[in-house]
């Protein structure tokens, strides 16, 4: 009987921890999300990452604890503080690190758009690298740290090949592609560029480079062949930057706040961005969906798999499509692609509800950092395609093959056998390469994806299917140069592809309009449901640097996330730090 108390007693403290534990986690929940108070004449401090992610993590951690800013809520921060009476001036606080540049473009068209109010804007460098630099260009005046250096020097690109580590270890990559430039299996096959990869890689940096000049000339009204003289002569002391007209003061941050504004009230950026929209009259009026493609597309839900980073399900974005097809609320739909592409099937499985969705209401897609290949896929069926002019999209063509690991088995005394029925039963051998008839199955099989690809791209873009042959083949251009090929039609960011959302549904520009955004944000029961989700991609994100993230991301995912054998409408490795 005794016992039996103890364990009853056991099991009530246990409930009532968890009870405690719940109700505590709902307590905070609500404080968390009340809103900051803004003093009056307010500096609002602006912090922006050198990585910004679209999506916010999930979970009840990523909204108990502070995550950081994504692109859009440093946007948003910037379009609520242009007409918050509260907010005076801002003080732009770029950070160290490396991403790629589109996301960088849509911020710096914000600071640009906030200027418009009237209110000034400071941008304070502790690091200055050359996206650094480039955001702080659209300030109205630029602060280095006396201390250090601005690291301004050019665009450099860089490309990783392994087929020296596979000859080492006994593995044969054995890739097929459809499309001279689809390099995306190279990294595997080749021990450096071939021609084509190489061309197109040098166009990328030329004209990324020539994106990089023309803002600072424009920022700091300077001639761009003065520009692209100075930065042959960087990097910069910061007295030599100074002396040189690139910044315009050398200034701790406690003296360009205390000095430049002395006495003005602070608020962070981070605070700020629980400031609600609809509390400074923004986010009102006709609904207009915004469904985020972030990560690499495959079959099946989306979630996070660790090595590669955010991945886009096909199930998932159907739910969402389908969604927002359905609701008569809703005027338009936009689509916001972060994505490299991935599975040719899934690629298309959306391609067909995007066709859909066009056919009930306007669909428009604004592309990020990337959308090439599936991404550009999935982008083809809208309205109008907007994108930064540094996004890296195009990359039209298909990729397949299998690493063959025979002679690696062979070397660590493994033997495997097998037992097949069937003239292409072992097609997907991963102990041997293609036969020739397997590899002209295989072939023939990327042909027919290409083509349709082709084939679609030249419906969705109003083009022959000799103008789309013309620029696909596999190549990745920048948005700027896609525009110039017919592949997009507008370049800006997200606000701008809301612009042309407004346009197609015959909603008056000056009207304010409320986002819908999937994936949605969740209430605290469902969070209470899946309170950890997320912790690993925090906990591995803060392990790498975004560069080193990106290269294990890239490598990892041909090789052990989709199907052996699968067909990939997957881009190409490009690093442009």
């Known amino acids: 009987m005794s016992a039996r108390r103890g364990i009853n007693f056991v099991l009530t403290f246990v409930m009532m921890a968890i009870v405690f534990s719940m109700v505590s986690v709902v307590a905070a929940y609500f404080f968390v999300s009340r809103e900051p108070s803004v003093p009056r004449d307010a500096t609002l401090v602006l912090r922006v990452p050198g990585s910004l992610t679209e999506v916010s993590p999930g979970g009840l951690l990523g909204q108990l604890f502070e995550a950081p800013p994504t692109l859009r809520s440093i946007v948003n921060n910037l379009r609520k503080a242009a007409v918050d009476d509260r907010v005076s001036r801002v003080v732009l606080v770029p950070s160290s690190g490396q991403a790629l540049w589109g996301k960088i473009q849509e911020v710096r068209d914000a600071v640009l758009a906030f200027k418009r109010s009237g209110k000034p804007v400071v941008a304070y460098l502790e690091y200055g690298g050359n996206q650094q630099y480039y955001l702080a260009t659209a300030a109205d005046l630029i602060a280095l740290m006396p201390s250090s250096p601005l690291d301004l020097t050019g665009i450099a690109s860089y490309e990783l090949f392994l087929r020296g580590t596979f000859d080492m270890i006994g593995a044969y990559p054995d890739f097929l592609h459809a499309g001279e430039y689809k390099t995306a299996a190279n990294r595997f096959t080749e021990e450096t560029f071939t021609p084509a990869h190489r061309e197109m890689s040098e166009s990328l940096t030329v004209d990324m480079f020539g994106q990089l000049v023309r803002g600072i000339a424009d920022g700091r009204g300077r001639p761009e062949s003065e520009v692209r003289r100075l930065i042959d002569e960087g990097p910069f002391l910061p007295e030599s930057a100074l002396a040189a007209g690139l910044v315009d003061k050398l200034a701790y941050e406690d003296e360009v706040i205390d000095h430049v504004w002395s006495g003005r009230q602070l608020i962070d950026g981070q605070d700020y961005a629980d400031v609600s929209l609809r509390s400074v009259g923004l986010n009102t009026g006709p609904k207009i969906g915004v469904i985020y493609v972030d990560g690499l597309i495959n079959t099946g839900r989306s979630g996070y798999d660790s090595p590669q980073g955010r991945v886009v399900g096909s199930d998932t974005l159907i739910e969402y499509l389908r969604e927002a097809r359905n609701d008569s609320s809703m005027r338009a739909v936009v689509l916001r692609i972060d994505s490299p592409g991935g599975s040719a099937i899934a690629s298309d499985v959306i391609w067909r509800e995007v066709m859909l969705t066009r056919e009930e209401k306007p669909v428009i897609a604004s592309m990020s950092d990337v ?144 986002l819908v955004v999937y994936p949605p944000v969740r209430g605290v029961l469902e969070l209470l449901r899946h309170p950890f989700e997320s912790v690993r991609e925090s906990l591995l994100a803060s392990l790498m640097s975004p560069t080193e993230a990106r290269v294990v991301r890239a490598l990892s995912a041909p090789l052990r996330l989709f199907t052996r054998g699968e067909v990939l409408a997957l881009m190409p490795n490009v690093f442009l730090p």
């Open 371 to 514: 959308a090439a290949s599936g991404g550009y896929y999935i982008a083809m069926p809208a309205h109008a395609i907007v994108a930064q002019p540094a996004t890296l999209t195009g990359s039209i063509g298909v990729v397949v093959g299998k690493v063959v690991m025979g002679e690696t088995y062979g070397k660590l005394g493994v033997n495997v056998e097998s037992v097949s029925q069937g003239r292409f039963a072992e097609i997907n051998s991963p102990v041997r390469p293609f036969s020739p008839a397997e590899r002209t199955k295989v072939q023939a099989q990327l042909d027919a994806v290409y083509s349709t690809f082709v084939d679609k791209a030249a419906e969705g873009r109003a083009m022959t299917r000799e103008q789309i042959h013309a620029v696909a083949q596999g190549r990745v251009w920048t948005g700027q140069q896609g525009r110039q090929m017919g592949l997009i039609d507008d370049l800006g960011g997200l606000d701008r592809a809301i612009e042309l959302a407004k346009q197609h549904a015959g909603i008056q520009q000056e009207t304010e309009v409320e």
